[in-house]
């Protein structure tokens, strides 16, 4: 009996060969990856691959983006009736989650950012867009605590917090290194 697959909308086949390329990509690199083994492990043929992208580069940019967009949307949820402590806080919390939610995608983004023709430095744009938040939390941020803060929340990639405790513990010391 021959198995009937569904039909998929544009872009949920669209979605379905990103799902796919970011397994890949974070299982073998950027250059190890081929557009085949993308299809592969999409199960689709690697020509309906490119009915959807250009090239492998143009797969790997719909991996990362929404990784570079998301931090921008994080400020608006900010509550306001927090103080600015608390609201600091929230904030960093919030982009040590987003560290841990999507690990394998921006170590991969560290290790090939280098080597690829990305429009854009993912570690300057987080920098940039840390500041930004910092300025509508009215906190004043100079480039050499900026440096140290995006080397403290890239830390947890490498040593995640082992409890809600150690990771609050550890952010409180980082809001309160920043209001000195």
Do not use: C, W
């Amino acid at each position: 009996m021959v198995e009937k697959r569904t039909r998929l909308s544009k872009e949920d086949r669209k979605q379905q060969i990103t799902n796919a390329a970011k397994e890949v990509f974070i299982q073998k690199g950027y250059v190890s990856t081929t557009t085949a083994s993308i299809a592969k492990q999409a199960d689709i043929a690697e020509v309906t691959l490119f009915r959807y992208f250009s090239s492998k580069q143009e797969v790997f940019e719909s991996v990362i983006q929404p990784i570079l967009e998301a931090p921008l949307q994080q400020i608006a949820s900010l509550n306001s009736n927090f103080s600015k402590s608390e609201r600091l806080f929230d904030l960093i919390s919030r982009r040590v989650d987003f560290i841990k939610e999507n690990q394998g995608v921006i170590k991969l983004l560290l290790i090939e950012h280098e080597r690829l023709d990305l429009k854009q430095n993912y570690i300057q744009k987080m920098s940039e867009t840390m500041k930004n938040q910092m300025l509508e939390l009215e906190v004043s941020i100079d480039d050499s605590r900026m440096r140290l803060l995006i080397g403290m929340l890239l830390s947890f990639l490498y040593f995640p917090a082992r409890s809600k405790k150690e990771k609050d513990t550890f952010i409180q010391e980082i809001v309160d290194y920043l209001k000195q």
